[in-house]
């Protein structure tokens, strides 16, 4: 794993990115000028296949899912050790949902408690069975690797189910696509007690 590139602003952040087009950003919401969040939202623009893993002090559910609809894969608080953000980059890499087990709380609670959850609703987009079914298991926290051993699909076949889900809830992460799912009332509350963890 190599840095290569280091800034402090969000317009830095999108210059650069464009210009080294690296495998990975690690991206704070608060930054001067362009804000985080923007910042990720353009880069993804003109990089879709770059990862972005938020990294802030920022834990209110507001900033995560603005950072995650804007297209970051992962969002961790700065007080995890920094021994586990290689770790967690890595898993973000392949495509897994980063969350700290804090920030997943408050997702879940948000989730839980949002008035547009229950049924679905008529303006939702169509999800095949199979999406469901393999979205279902993600919100569960599933790898794609687990899931493909689950479901007998390979882990590319899964990938691709997952980026049709992406497409039609237009969203670019795995958290993102549960929390608008669960919303929509396409699945269940997703995310169980039991299986909150930081490796999505």
């Keep these: 794993m190599e840095v290569v590139g280091e800034v402090s602003d969000g317009e830095q952040a999108i210059a650069l990115a464009r210009t080294l087009e690296p495998d990975v950003v690690v991206m704070d919401i608060q930054l001067p000028g362009i804000s985080g969040v923007e910042a990720t939202?353009?880069?993804?623009?003109?990089?879709?296949?770059?990862?972005?893993?938020?990294?802030?002090?920022?834990?209110d559910y507001e900033y995560i899912l603005q950072i995650?609809?804007?297209?970051a894969t992962?969002?961790?608080t700065k007080g995890v050790i920094s021994s586990e953000i290689p770790s967690a980059i890595r898993s973000a890499v392949n495509g897994e949902a980063i969350l700290s087990e804090d920030i997943l709380k408050k997702l879940v609670d948000y989730a839980l408690q949002s008035p547009t959850s229950g049924s679905p609703s008529s303006r939702s987009p169509e999800?095949?069975?199979?999406?469901?079914?393999?979205?279902?298991?993600?919100?569960?926290?599933?790898?794609?690797?687990?899931?493909?051993?689950?479901?007998?699909?390979?882990?590319?076949?899964?990938?691709?189910?997952?980026?049709?889900?992406?497409?039609?809830?237009?969203?670019?992460?795995?958290?993102?696509a549960v929390i608008a799912a669960q919303r929509a009332g396409l699945i269940g509350s997703g995310f169980p007690p039991g299986e909150r963890r930081a490796d999505g």
């Design 41 to 59: 939202r353009c880069i993804k623009k003109f990089l879709p296949r770059v990862t972005i893993l938020a990294l802030t002090v920022h834990d």
């Design 127 to 176: 999800l095949t069975a199979r999406e469901l079914e393999i979205l279902q298991l993600a919100a569960r926290g599933h790898s794609n690797k687990v899931i493909s051993r689950e479901l007998n699909l390979s882990e590319n076949t899964v990938k691709k189910y997952m980026m049709s889900v992406f497409d039609k809830l237009g969203v670019h992460s795995r958290t993102a």
């Design 74 to 76: 992962g969002y961790l």
């Design 68 to 71: 995650l609809e804007a297209g």
